[in-house]
Structures are given as C-alpha cells and as structure tokens.
C-alpha cells in the first residue's frame, strides 16, 4: 500500500507505482468490476483496481475469458471508475481485440475515453503493438506467462516457464515489452524464481499472480480472495474472509506483509 503523506486521498498515478517500485514497497491490486465493490476496494487503500477480463468468468459465468467483448468490458470499466476516488484503473483489452494496430489503438482509446481506464492491459509478448499505443499516449500494462486468452491453445492452466528454454523466452519478452514503453507487468503462473529474476531485471513494476511473493505487487481475483467464486479457487489463492469480520477488513488483510504466504503455489 502507497504511505507516503495524504496518499490515502490523493489519486495513485504511474508515478506513485514506480516510486513504489524503487523504495521496495509492495503495490496492492485486486479486480473489480462493479460500482459496490470496488466504492470498498477503493476506499480500503488498494493501489490498482484491475477490470480484468476474468469478469467473463466472475461475472458472466463462462468457463473463460474468451468470450468477453470490448463492450462488456467498457461497461464493467464505467461502474469502477464511476466510483473511484483514489486507486489507479487497468482495463483490459479482451481476446482479439488488439490483433492489428489499429484495432489496439480504436479498441485502447474506448476502454480510456469511455471507460475511464487510466492504462490498458494485453496478453502476450507484443512489443509492436505495445510501441504504437505508447506513442499515441495509452499508457500499456504487459501480461505475461499464463495468458488465459490462449486457453484453446494450451489446453488447460498450468505454470509457466517451468523449462530452461521456455523461462528465458519469458525474461527476454519481460525485457522486450519494457523496451516497448509498457508501464507494468503482470506476471501470472510462473516459479517464483523466475518472477524474482525478471522483476530484479526490470525497472518498471511488475504484479504477480501465482508467482511467488518476490514481484513488485500483487493481484488477486477479488471473488477468489472473498471465497465467493463461482467455480474452483486458484489454489495460490487464501480466503481472507477466514479471518477478517467484513469485506473492507478482508480486503485490508490483503495488503499486510504477513499474507504473503498465499501468492505462492
Ligand atoms: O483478467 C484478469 O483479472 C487478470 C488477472 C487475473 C491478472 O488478468
């Protein structure tokens, strides 16, 4: 969580995230996709409020991401940011909607002008089409190893990155996406080893999901730390419920140092 003074109150932007990043303060993220809930994410403090395409599933009821739309994804972005006072806002760019550059920068501007995202976020190793949103002004989150949008392709979701050849294709998109201008970079699925590697070799921040306590920040799916989904709990993933009296206690339990534990497979 970001301490410094009146930071509480005061908007989080890019910058806060990086300077969070450099004094080795870790950077709090959950999803969210509606107005109630992410009114209590916001207002406990969260850095991120991620409206990731995993709404598909938490709040769709599909199996996968796949079937979400840009403008699925406009609307869950309007009932976050209608809210939001403090936290910084990543939308993600659903499956197929960023196949060219200008679909990306079309698709990147409507989740911006009418969603209200402050950044957007896409799947994959995309350094061209990183470069082009960046220099049209759309600030660019990088998803990298378990991306759910390729689940037709992979079969089923498991750890990224657990084989040399593999783990060093990982580091050097890590490096190539930075080099394109992205912001941030999400981490899901990996060892812990390698999420450590990259993030010690990356100036800017990354957020892991099931790797390991040693990136920069963390995300979870809001569902799955409330113990509310719908279908199985990512087994990285703790119920905060267990030991928090409400949502917004939950939710602050996120944030302490002492849960590390649970981001780890
Ligand atoms: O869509 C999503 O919520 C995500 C997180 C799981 C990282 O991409």
């Not at 080795?24 to 990731?52: H, N, P, Q, R």
């Not at 209608?82 to 909607?97: C, E, G, N, S, Y």
């Not at 470069?131 to 949008?149: E, N, S, T, Y």
Request: aromatic share 4%; hydrophobic share 45%.
């Amino acid at each position: 969580m970001n301490t410094e003074t009146n930071t509480l109150t005061s908007p989080v932007t890019i910058n806060d995230l990086q300077a969070m990043k450099q004094r080795g303060e870790k950077i709090s993220c959950l999803t969210a996709y509606d107005a109630s809930f992410s009114a209590i994410i916001d207002s406990s403090g969260i850095d991120i409020m991620l409206v990731g395409d995993t709404l598909g599933i938490t709040m769709q009821g599909h199996l996968t991401t796949v079937p979400v739309t840009l403008n699925d994804m406009i609307y869950h972005s309007q009932c976050v940011s209608r809210v939001r006072q403090r936290a910084f806002i990543i939308a993600d760019l659903p499956f197929m909607t960023y196949a060219t550059l200008e679909m990306a920068a079309l698709n990147a501007a409507k989740l911006m002008q009418q969603g209200g995202a402050h950044m957007v976020k896409l799947e994959g190793g995309k350094p061209e089409i990183i470069k082009f949103l960046v220099a049209q002004g759309i600030p660019v989150c990088a998803h990298l190893g378990l991306l759910p949008q390729h689940i037709h392709q992979i079969g089923r979701y498991r750890v990224q990155g657990k084989q040399n050849l593999q783990a060093e294709q990982l580091v050097n998109d890590a490096l190539a996406v930075q080099q394109a201008g992205a912001q941030l970079l999400i981490l899901e699925c990996m060892p812990a080893s390698l999420a450590a590697k990259i993030t010690q070799q990356l100036t800017i921040p990354t957020i892991g999901i099931g790797a390991g306590i040693n990136c920069d920040g963390q995300v979870l799916v809001l569902q799955d730390m409330l113990n509310i989904s719908a279908g199985k709990r990512a087994k990285f993933s703790k119920n905060f419920m267990q030991d928090a009296a409400s949502i917004q206690a939950a939710i602050r339990l996120t944030m302490t140092p002492l849960n590390k534990a649970c981001f780890q497979h």
